[in-house]
T-cell receptor
Framework: DGGITQSPKYLFRKEGQNVTLSCEQN?????MYWYRQDPGQGLRLIYY???????QKGDIAEGYSVSREKKESFPLTVTSAQKNPTAFYLC?????????????FGSGTQLSVL | QQPVQSPQAVILREGEDAVINCSSS?????VHWYRQKHGEAPVFLMI?????EQKGHEKISASFNEKKQQSSLYLTASQLSYSGTYFC?????????????FGPGTRLSVLP
């Protein structure tokens, strides 16, 4: 079955450490997105990518970095510059730029600081 | 550019109706509605496009008023399974196809 896989499900970060969250999709979707969700809050856009080797900052990109070297993969790195990284991170994908197309979500990664 | 949702939270008894609103200060091209259970991924409900169409899905329907830049989600005869947080997601005409932003969510609790 096609879908989006996020790993790990839970991740712990030490002070000053960079961590990478994985997001892989086998839906052949062009567009991919990363969202951050804080407890009781909505989804805030971190980064998005429409095509391979291209990505754009969302509303809260500071302290995060991404890459899009392959169509199916869009990893998110939470750098040490992100001082408050504890949150639930969701990856999503979409076929392309047609407004009729829904977003498909992964099951999320819960990141906590030790 | 995040859309605004109201109310923030609502508590219902099984069988009651609810309306959740989503509005934007910018011209909207599309509005999506998703429901999320705690700790899970959001689940797609429906998409509305510019043109003011109304859509329905069983007892859940929605409308889109492009003049007011507003969409409303209607939940009728609510069931326990409707509990969760409802998010609207929007694309503006200017950013169509490029990014996708969500509102802060409306927490719905349906009690027996």
């Amino acid at each position: 079955d096609g879908g989006i896989t996020q790993s790990p499900k839970y991740l712990f970060r030490k002070e000053g450490q960079n961590v990478t969250l994985s997001c892989e999709q086998n839906l052949n979707h062009d567009a991919m997105y990363w969202y951050r969700q804080d407890p009781g809050q909505g989804l805030r856009l971190i980064y998005y990518s429409q095509i391979v080797n291209d990505f754009q900052k969302g509303d809260i990109a500071e302290g995060y970095s991404v890459s899009r070297e392959k169509k199916e993969s869009f990893p998110l790195t939470v750098t040490s510059a992100q001082k408050n990284p504890t949150a639930f991170y969701l990856c999503a994908s979409r076929q392309g730029q047609n407004a009729n197309e829904k977003l498909f979500f992964g099951s999320g990664t819960q990141l906590s600081v030790l | 550019q995040q859309p605004v949702q109201s109310p923030q939270a609502v508590i219902l008894r099984e069988g009651e109706d609810a309306v959740i609103n989503c509005s934007s200060s910018k011209a909207l091209y599309s509005v999506h509605w998703y429901r999320q259970k705690h700790g899970e991924a959001p689940v797609f409900l429906m998409i509305l496009l510019k043109g003011g169409e109304q859509k329905g899905h069983e007892k859940i329907s929605a409308s889109f008023n492009e003049k007011k830049q507003q969409s409303s989600l209607y939940l009728t005869a609510s069931q326990l399974s409707y509990s969760g947080t409802y998010f609207c997601g929007t694309e503006t005409e200017r950013t169509y196809g490029q990014n996708f932003v969500f509102g802060p969510g409306t927490r719905l609790s349906v009690l027996p």
